[in-house]
Structures are given as structure tokens and as C-alpha cells.
């Protein structure tokens, strides 16, 4: 990556500046594409994208280092064993540079085009809103997959009241700021909103359109995640009841 390009990046000049990070497992196949996607959405935009390499066995880090010569917007980060999604999107967050970070799965089923509709409602709802997330519409998945994260979705708003009718989308835009602040634990990415708004910030969201994935197959069954969800739904919901304020704080002189 080029000086230039980094000092571009933090000179700031009006539109907001976008860390792109990309949690993939086995994806050699479909990051190519997926990242010249990005590259067109962003085409305008001061943005760096970070790809983390959650310990795949596929080449996928071979895939990203070439692809990484010739883009000097691309920054790969290897896991150099599998430690998760949620552990994948902290190492890019820990890492990013922009002022907002947008997520995007690293599978293909996100449209990157949708990044910038995600950074235009988050800077036009202002300094008060934290996150911009994507809910997702025409689902792809199976039958009952669509069923289990329907009946998923509907209990954890009922004990969140995080006012998200689909937290699982892997498309959101959140200020790096308040990112960092946020209580990190496995499977931390799936309920974002409600923790933005436990530490004091809106949601907005916008509807996205599902897609199939082009190459491969999906890491996660229906009934593995969904018994460690209800653990973590649990556990986000004392979170939420134990932050009984946020302070508002202004200087004295």
C-alpha cells in the first residue's frame, strides 16, 4: 500500500472515510469477484479494504496476495488458525484505518453495491446514530434455514427490543469509534444493533437483497448455531439490563 494512499485515507475531504473488513474462511474462489465488486461501489470514496483470512485451507491467502500486488487498497490479514467470524471482523476492526467501518461477508451472498447506501444513511442521520445495517430481503437460503433465522430474529427482538428485523446480515456501516467500545465475545457480530443501543446510539437500517453464493458451500448447520444463539441471546440481554445509564458528558471549561 502507498504512503499516498494512507495519507489520503486520514486527510479527510468531505465523504466519509470506509474501512471495508471481509471475514472469509475458504473463499479463494469467490473473493476475487467479490472484491472487484467492492472496488466498483467504493469507485468515488476514500476507502482500504481488509480481508481476514480466518485459517483457511484453500489457498485463499495465496488468492489474496496476489490480488493484494496490484490493488494497493487491499490489505490481507491472516488467522493462522480458524478462530471464527466474529473474531475475523475484531482483527479487522483492530486494524482498520477508516473513520466508518463497513462489514461484508467474505462468501459473496452480500452485494457490495449496497456499501454505499449503508455510508449515505449513516452520515445523514448524524452524530446520533451509530449503525447502519442491512436487512435482507429474497432470502437464498433453504427453506429451513429462512424458518430457524425467522423465528430466531423474532425472539431476540421480542428480549432486545433492538428494533432489527434482521440482525444476521453481514452488510453494516458502524463509526469506528463506538465499534471499539462495544463488548466483544463469539457471535458478537450477529447482535450489533442491540449493542450500539446499549451504549447510547440509534439504528438505522436499509432492506438489501439476498444473492447465492457463486462457489462453495456455507460453513454454518441450522442447529449448531442455533443452541449457542440462544446462550448468547441470553447473555446480551443481561448485558442490556446491567447498563443501567449512559452519561452524558460535556467539558466544564
Not at 488467522?79 to 471464527?84: A, L, R
Request: positive net charge; charged residues 25%.
Amino acid at each position: 500500500m502507498t504512503q499516498s494512499f494512507l495519507e489520503g485515507l486520514a486527510a479527510g475531504s468531505g465523504s466519509l472515510a470506509v474501512t471495508v473488513v471481509v471475514p472469509a474462511k475458504d473463499e479463494a474462489e469467490n473473493l476475487p469477484i467479490l472484491l472487484d465488486e467492492i472496488e466498483v461501489a467504493l469507485t468515488g470514496r476514500r476507502f482500504e479494504v481488509i480481508v481476514v483470512d480466518d485459517g483457511s485451507t484453500d489457498g485463499t491467502d495465496i488468492v489474496l496476495q496476489d490480488y493484494a500486488a496490484t490493488h494497493d487498497w487491499l490489505r490481507p490479514i491472516r488467522h493462522e488458525g480458524s478462530c471464527g467470524q466474529s473474531c475475523a471482523v475484531r482483527t479487522g476492526l483492530q486494524n482498520a484505518r477508516g473513520d466508518v467501518v463497513a462489514t461484508i461477508d467474505g462468501d459473496g451472498e452480500n452485494n457490495p453495491a449496497y456499501i454505499p447506501d449503508l455510508l449515505d444513511a449513516l452520515e445523514a442521520a448524524g452524530p446520533a446514530v451509530a449503525l447502519a445495517a442491512g436487512q435482507r430481503l429474497g432470502r437464498k437460503a433453504s427453506l429451513a434455514k429462512r424458518y430457524a433465522s425467522k423465528a430466531a430474529n423474532k425472539l431476540r427482538g421480542a428480549l432486545l427490543r433492538d428494533r432489527t428485523r434482521d440482525s444476521g446480515c453481514g452488510l453494516k456501516a458502524l463509526r469506528r469509534e463506538v465499534f471499539l467500545q462495544l463488548p466483544y465475545f463469539d457471535s458478537w457480530h450477529r447482535f450489533l444493533p442491540a449493542l450500539v443501543i446499549r451504549e447510547g446510539y440509534g439504528v438505522t437500517h436499509i432492506d438489501v437483497q439476498d444473492r447465492q453464493r457463486r462457489h462453495g458451500t456455507s460453513k454454518y448447520g441450522i442447529f449448531d448455531r442455533a443452541l449457542i444463539g440462544i446462550l448468547d441471546l441470553f447473555g446480551v440481554w443481561w448485558l442490556r439490563r446491567r447498563r443501567k445509564k449512559t452519561p452524558q458528558v460535556r467539558p466544564l471549561t
